[in-house]
């Protein structure tokens, strides 16, 4: 099992281990109480050389079944020293290899050296260490340091390759070895060097003058860092295991967009607020991008933008057609995937910031409690849907797919078809001015199929209309009542056709008048003969004599104004 692992720079709920600051103090202490310390010693030499010996301490109390002090950012790749009990009041040192979250590797190392001073004194485990090859550990700047512990029984082993459990938790820090600077190149922890434990207790040793320790830093940043953990791992969790979720379900649940649209928007402000937090406090520990909770946080986060324009586009497409397209059903399966990819990622921000398992546990069951619902509910979801769908009229009319109730709509629609028909057959005149066909178009022959049809289609608009109004997933509207109905009567209109009009329809429809050959009574004879003199009169027209009128020349009249102006001469 592993010892530590990096703190994530995206989501973590809560973590045991403090975080330090860009500079820690000597001694540097972790663990619940703060009684897990670490010091360092460099000597001047090596500072000035840039490389060299460097001397550091771990103490813990004997309660612990481990403790551990790495020299990285994350577990994979450290430097990592392992320190439990031999079982004959002194400790072992096991220098290991950070793989990954498993148990780290025994790692032979000549250049480490387990020093004087070193043992169980006063119930803790004591470990003053020399490294001579720690090269991973800057001295001219910050560097990055994990630690790990894990209470319990004493392994009391004398195994250098022993197996451990797993850790309670970690924490990660930076210490600016060029503040830890020691006057010379010998072990500073023992003798009269000023070496002594957080309690006061001196620790014996082989009498090496070592001089002082100083320093490395303050420790002011740690509660900053502190902070940012807590703000983002509290934030983030909010977004992805609360909200999103709940916003999610409001949609199917109410069927007002608005809400939905509102309440996923406040979502994924907080969502960015959360990964400014994650941003910051990675770059502070120097892990941005360096473990796989950072770099699927910020894909995650990323591929979220686009979240909102699918939205905006399956609303417009939904106006427009009225129904689901692919824009729509990419809309919610991508968003339901990016839901579920958060919540793994924080899970995994949990692990990586050390958290034990009473925060694990609480996350699952907050996850399980909140967010289970929905991803439950996704098949009924689903189910709802489909059924709609083969009542929402998209394609042709007909008994079996006009109705979301079933047989019984079915036999409705039947029934008064057949009562429609016999009427018909009893009264053709009576039925066909309500259904608009005129009187002068009706064939009996011809149009019996075509006014079934007709009932039908307003039986089947009214069954539909009945049946959205009972249903209680999708809030049905007015509007949507409206263009459904609309669009059902426009395709049934659309597919109809009527039929061709002879003349031969007309027989035995129209009543045809004819003109009495006799008249019925004298004035009746006189009157026509009249009409008859009348049109065969001839108008005479002056100045043209029957020669022209007979051949049609136009009479020609004199002009007045000539005329006037030949008096005027005269």
Known sequence: MGLGTSVAGAVALAALGPIGALAASAPHCVGD?????????????????????????????NTYEWAA??????????????????????????????VGHVMPQYTQRSEVELLAGSGVVNDEMVANVRCGDCQSASLTGSSGWISAWKTGQAINSQDKSARIDYHDAHSIFQIDLSQASVSSDANPFTGNNGGSNPNGNNTSGDGNDGGSIVSPGGDSGSGFSNT?????????????????PAGALLMPLIGKWMFHAAFQTIAFLAMWAGLGLGYVLAHRLGIFWQNTHTRLGIMVCALMFLQPILGALHHANFKRQGRRGVLSHIHVWYGRALIILGIINGGLGLQLAGSGMAFRTAYIVLAAVIAGPYFLSIPWLEWRKAKQSRGDGTGSPSRKGLTARGGSDEASTGGEAERSTSRFSQNPQSILPVLGFPLSNANPSKMLSQITRVVRARSAIATVSRSMQTRTFIAPTVSRR????????????????????????????????????????????????????YESMAVEIEGQDATQQATGTPAALPDWLEAEEEEVKH
């Open 33 to 61: 109480n703060s009684n897990i310390c670490f010091s360092w010693g460099v000597p001047e030499s090596a500072l000035q050389a840039g490389s060299g010996n460097v001397y550091f301490q771990l103490r813990a109390p």
């Open 228 to 244: 940012l953990l807590y703000g983002h791992g509290v934030l983030m969790m909010i977004v992805w295991v609360i909200l999103y």
């Open 69 to 98: 002090l790495g020299i990285g950012s994350q577990m994979r790749g450290a430097e990592i020293f392992l320190m439990y009990q031999d079982g004959s009041g002194n400790v072992t040192l096991s220098t290991r290899s950070g």
């Open 482 to 533: 409206a263009d459904f109905v609309q669009e059902l009567y426009l395709k049934e209109l659309k597919a109809y056709k009527m039929p061709a009009v002879k003349e031969s329809d007309s027989v035995g429809q129209v009543q045809t008048f004819a003109e009495p050959k006799t008249p019925k009574s004298p004035e009746e004879a006189d009157l026509a003969s009249n009409l008859q003199e």
